[in-house]
């Protein structure tokens, strides 16, 4: 065995085509799934070791293009360029395959030794598409491997060809523009020959002809004259054509894509429709759209919350004994009793937030990967306009449910720097899953499921009012929609099974240790009999102004590490879960409401930190704070009226 | 100039109609987004949707599905089929 055995591959391709799905089959790593347009957000890499081979494997965010509009084609394209790597795995989606093409013709004029993955050919297959492989072959001069990425099949073929092809790379074809533009590519070219730059002499061309942005700022750098030159030749197509030079180029490739589709692909129209159109049908449908959203949003939350409650009570039954074990076989000694606050920490974090996190995730990967997401961001567009931002921030919204984190990440969907932080606003007013085992454990089990739905409602209008009032304040239009609408497709178990493995497993390592590092502090805290101090230190905000027992204060401090600690604390503290022996029920909400709407949980903020700095993460977290102590305290004068 | 028979926007268009895209009003930018996507001029677009109110719009262009914005709808200028 000779020389290095190290090869490099990319994925590349548009949104929601399944190069995240490659990559997991191809790496065992574990990147977000699901039937949406633009999950992932950054590039990561991951290993495969194959016949011998050590072949690393990038994932990209989905683009459309190569000229720089958007952040995530700037970081691929830059990527493809300065990583150099061995192959870049075009992964398309058949069903799309005119769009797709567009892309794969600006891929080929980088220069790359491509592959092309035809991926979801299932689909296409149902769509009654057939795609002429060895034809596309032909004409793009590189190889085409037909792929279903989702169950692994052909996924080997594109590896066994990267490992057949690594020595003698082809030279593919490139596309020929129009007489006129070729034209122009061939006087800019002979400038460009010796101009050191990354980018093939032609690629340079071609996008200066488009102005971009970022090439012409390259060329300024080191051959202003040539800009002079291209200015001029913009001028001559558009004197031509009567349209922007980059429209004229980008027309021309687009007809040459429809060209190459119209040579490849067959389309059997399929007399009968699919149940996946008319369930389209349905869930779009201008009135019915709206009861099934509901249907299905009021579905999911009565399951998660009579799930949970069973759940949670089975756990109990379980648990119960175990203290008075604890006592009669280990004591109450100082350590003991510190340990046992360790034990039944975790124990109250099992028995009070599993139960509701399990279902929560099963059904939200499952609307996902079916693909119900992108027609929510449909149906609520409308509305979503008058909070500043349009339908695409549902999904953030949607994510947030989850997890306030994850939720913050994918405001990068939204395309403006200012719907970015508009959205991400809101989405810390959106209950996560900790929030919701307050919601559904505390104020669901023991004041009633009317006032958890109620709870739900509320945190809705004030994200409504919220996003209006800031859209207010920042100012500014919305951009415009613009999205895919994938269609539906049979969720696949095993992606939401490994999905909610992936959430519990994080949930558990990283809640565990901080539950249980709290509960001993916590209980430490008591035994050294420090418990008074705080607590009456915190006691005017706490007991005067909320009215809530004085131990709430030092539980809400703990709750900025994780919003359950407060229920999960507040168990072990008590030692019992029945929470209503110790609390009212006008308590147990405003408890609840301080809990949704005070200060995001550590890992959110710093979050936020990091995409929008320290200034606004800073003002968002005060101004909350000091929100939601105002509001939850006036509530509580109003529900003194109620109960 | 613009009186050519039938020219409208796609925004108004009816639902299960289609129309061929004329022009684009707006910025290189947008119409580069646009482009990026499938939507050029001489394109099909058929209109499968709409929301209630002036609520996005979801087309079919060459086979695969879009939603829009009503007030970039009303920027793809189209001759009706
Ligand atoms: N039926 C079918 N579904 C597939 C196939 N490949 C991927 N999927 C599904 O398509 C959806 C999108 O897959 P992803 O792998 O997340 O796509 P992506 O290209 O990484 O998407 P972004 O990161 O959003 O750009 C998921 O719901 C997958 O389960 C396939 O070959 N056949
Ligand atoms: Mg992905």
Redesign the interface.
């Given at each position: 065995m000779t020389g290095e055995k190290k090869i490099n591959i990319v994925l590349a391709g548009q949104g929601n085509a399944g190069k995240s799905s490659v990559f997991n089959y191809l790496t065992g790593l574990h990147q977000h799934i699901g039937n949406w347009a633009g999950k992932t957000i950054e590039k990561r890499e991951g290993t495969l070791f194959y016949k011998g081979y050590t072949i690393d494997v990038f994932d990209l965010p989905g683009i459309y293009s190569l000229t720089t509009y958007s952040v995530e084609e700037i970081i691929s394209r830059e990527f493809i360029v300065q990583q150099k790597p061995d192959f870049v795995i075009n992964v398309i989606d058949s069903t799309n395959l005119e769009r797709s093409l567009i892309f794969t013709l600006q891929l080929l004029e980088l220069e790359c030794p491509i592959i092309l993955a035809l991926n979801m050919l299932d689909l296409a297959k149902k769509k009654g598409i057939t795609i002429d492989f060895n034809k596309l072959q032909s004409i793009i001069n590189a190889p085409v491997i037909p792929t279903v990425a989702s169950r692994g099949k052909g996924l080997a073929n594109i590896i066994d060809k990267v490992i057949e092809l690594k020595e003698k790379k082809p030279d593919h074809g490139i596309n020929r523009y129009g007489k006129e533009i070729e034209n122009c590519i061939e006087q800019l070219t002979a400038f460009l020959q010796d101009i050191n730059l990354p980018y093939p002499a032609r690629f340079i061309a071609v996008k200066l002809l488009e102005k971009d942005s970022d090439i012409t700022k390259l060329v300024l750098g080191k051959k202003p004259e040539i800009l002079e030159k291209s200015r001029q030749l913009c001028g001559n197509l558009e004197e031509i054509h009567g349209q922007d030079s980059s429209v004229v180029i980008a027309d021309e490739r687009s007809h040459l894509a429809a060209q190459i589709t119209r040579e490849i692909e067959k389309i059997t129209k399929k007399k009968e429709i699919s149940l996946s159109d008319r369930l389209d049908a349905i869930t779009t449908h201008k009135i019915i759209g709206y009861f099934v959203m509901i249907l299905i949003l009021g579905g999911m939350f009565i399951s998660v919350f009579s799930f949970g409650n069973w759940f949670s009570s089975w756990l109990g039954t379980i648990f119960k004994d175990w203290s008075d074990w604890w006592n009669s076989n280990v004591g109450n000694t100082f350590f003991a009793s510190l340990g046992w606050a360790a034990i039944e920490s975790v124990l109250s974090l099992v028995q009070i937030a599993l139960p509701y996190i399990l279902p929560f995730y099963i059904i939200l990967y499952f609307l996902e990967d079916w693909g119900y997401i992108a027609r929510i961001s449909f149906l609520m567009d409308h509305l979503m306009h008058r909070m500043g931002i349009h339908g695409k921030g549902c999904i953030p919204f949607i994510i947030g449910f989850g997890c306030n984190v994850p939720g913050c990440l994918a405001c990068r969907i939204m395309e403006s720097k200012r719907e970015r932080f508009i959205t991400a606003l809101l989405v810390t007013f959106i209950p996560c899953s900790a929030i919701s085992v307050i919601i559904f454990g505390l104020v669901g089990k023991y004041v009633s499921i009317l006032w958890a739905m109620g709870l739900y409602l509320f945190a809705i209008i004030l994200v409504y009012i919220a996003g209006w009032l800031s859209s207010k304040i920042v100012g500014g239009e919305p951009v415009e929609l613009i999205m895919q609408m994938p269609d539906y497709k049979t969720p696949h178990l095993k992606t939401i099974h490994y999905q909610t493995w992936d959430a519990l497993k994080e949930f558990i390592f990283i809640a565990a240790p901080v539950v249980v590092i709290s509960g001993i502090i916590i209980q430490a805290i008591n035994l050294a009999g420090w418990m008074q101090a705080i607590s009456s230190f915190l006691s005017p905000v706490t007991v005067n102004w909320l009215g809530l027992p004085a131990i709430t204060g030092i539980l809400l401090i703990f709750g900025i590490l994780r919003k359950e600690l407060i229920l999960v604390m507040l168990a072990a503290f008590l030692g019992t879960t029945n929470f209503s022996d110790v609390l009212t029920s006008q308590q147990m909400i405003t408890l609840a409401i301080v809990s949704m709407f005070y200060v995001p949980c550590v890992a959110t903020i710093s979050v936020l930190w990091k995409e929008f700095g320290w200034k606004k993460t800073l003002t968002i977290c005060i101004l909350e704070t000091l929100g939601a102590i105002l509001l939850a305290g006036l509530i509580k004068r109003i529900l003194d009226f109620v109960f | 100039m613009d009186n050519k028979q039938g020219i409208t926007s796609l925004a108004d268009i009816k639902d299960g109609q289609s129309g061929i895209i004329v022009s684009i009003l707006g910025g290189?930018?947008l119409?580069?987004?646009?482009?990026?996507?499938?939507l050029?001029?001489?394109?099909e677009v058929k209109i499968i949707?709409?929301?209630?109110?002036?609520?996005?719009i979801?087309i079919e262009?060459?086979?695969?599905?879009?939603?829009?914005?009503e007030?970039?709808a009303s920027k793809i200028i189209v001759q009706p089929k």
């Open positions: - | 290189r930018i119409t580069k987004r646009l482009s990026d996507l499938g050029n001029s001489g394109t949707g709409r929301t209630l109110f002036s609520g996005p979801q262009v060459s086979g695969s599905r879009l939603v829009i914005g007030g970039l």
